[in-house]
């Protein structure tokens, strides 16, 4: 494979581990509250922070993070406080952010290719400044996800007793909206907007059908997603294919593997001796 040696894939592959890490740490949490389409919301609502950008005229991923966490925390306020259900919450960011988005770059001349970057992923293009916005976005919602792990994990489990406990529910609710609003905006280079909330929940099921606990869940998780994005980033190359949809194709094969083992070794456990 001597493509390893070209500047442009080296790049590639470490925004592939940053992000194969960083995506299904939070994805975790996401999974244990039930909330595996946020990202889908999420990465909608950052489409219109990509528009933004394309239209004002400044960087796209800092549009992106800004309005992706502004629209969490609104969610995640109306969730809490609001007559409407959690559900109904995501629809309106599903349906706002790609509204947004579609309308900010309507106004913009020639946004509609510019878009597709964001929209399907363009890992083979990441730059040097892209890699450094990629790695202190993805350290931070590491240092959350994993130095928060208690804490968060008390409040996705069992909100009503982390609240008795003398947790401040309310924040670390914002807090991890927040960390997966910088997750899809860290995300959103490798794999799209559109396919985002893949790599946050699939590599978690699929550590699920190995893993018991919540820690080893996790760290099986971010396992796998270095793997399929590494592994995506290496196929994608010599295949001519799209990193961003190899990379979630990957993540599903994954799952069925896991599955597969899964159920195999219940079968043997419930066989009798």
Do not use: W
């Amino acid at each position: 494979m001597s493509y390893l040696a070209l500047p442009f894939i080296q790049k590639a592959l470490i925004a592939a581990v940053l992000v194969g890490l960083a995506a299904p740490a939070v994805g975790t949490y996401l999974v244990q509250r039930r909330l595996a389409l946020m990202g889908d919301g999420l990465g909608h609502v950052a489409l219109t922070g990509v528009a933004l950008g394309f239209l004002l005229g400044t960087s796209p991923v800092l549009t992106a993070v800004i309005v992706a966490a502004l629209g969490a925390v609104a969610i995640e306020l109306v969730r809490a406080h609001g007559k409407a259900s959690g559900d109904v919450a995501l629809a309106m960011l599903f349906y706002g952010g790609i509204a947004g988005g579609v309308l900010l770059i309507s106004l913009e001349p020639g946004g509609n290719t510019n878009l597709l970057t964001y929209l399907f992923g363009s890992i083979l293009t990441v730059d040097t400044q892209d890699l450094v916005t990629i790695g202190v976005l993805a350290a931070a919602v590491l240092v959350v996800a994993v130095g928060l792990r208690r804490q968060l994990f008390s409040v996705c489990q069992d909100e009503e007793f982390a609240r008795v406990s003398g947790l401040p529910v309310q924040l670390l609710n914002i807090i991890l909206a927040v960390t997966a609003a910088l997750t899809v905006t860290v995300a959103m280079r490798v794999v799209g907007l559109l396919l985002v909330s893949a790599l946050l929940v699939v590599p978690v099921a699929a550590a699920q059908q190995l893993t018991r606990g919540f820690a080893a869940t996790m760290a099986t998780a971010m396992g796998i997603g270095v793997l399929v994005a590494v592994g995506g980033v290496l196929v994608s190359y010599p295949l001519d294919v799209g990193p961003g949809s190899l990379i979630v194709v990957l993540a599903i094969a994954v799952f069925g593997v896991t599955s597969l083992v899964s159920a195999v070794l219940t079968r043997r456990v419930r066989q009798p001796a």
